[in-house]
């Protein structure tokens, strides 16, 4: 994608957003994925929640990313 730093924080702070409601957390955690290394933040985010679908969305797409921080959640 070819965009500004201001489309690029619009984008994730959508999101951010979308990542802590249940029911669009694994577009949300996968297009974060996408981003690569900046989504990682967020994801983490995502480990604390109360719903148990974005805390398995997000520590999966962590997972792809290589970072370990939600391996508890996955097992």
Do not use: C, W
Request: charged content about 30%.
């Amino acid at each position: 994608l070819s965009e500004t730093q201001v489309e690029r924080h619009a984008r994730m702070e959508r999101l951010k957003k979308q990542l802590q409601n249940p029911r669009q957390a694994g577009r949300a955690a996968m297009e974060l994925e996408a981003i690569g290394s900046e989504g990682i933040p967020l994801l983490k985010e995502g480990l604390k929640s109360s719903s148990l679908e974005v805390r398995f969305y997000s520590a999966d797409a962590l997972a792809y990313l290589g970072d370990r921080s939600g391996l508890e959640v996955l097992v």
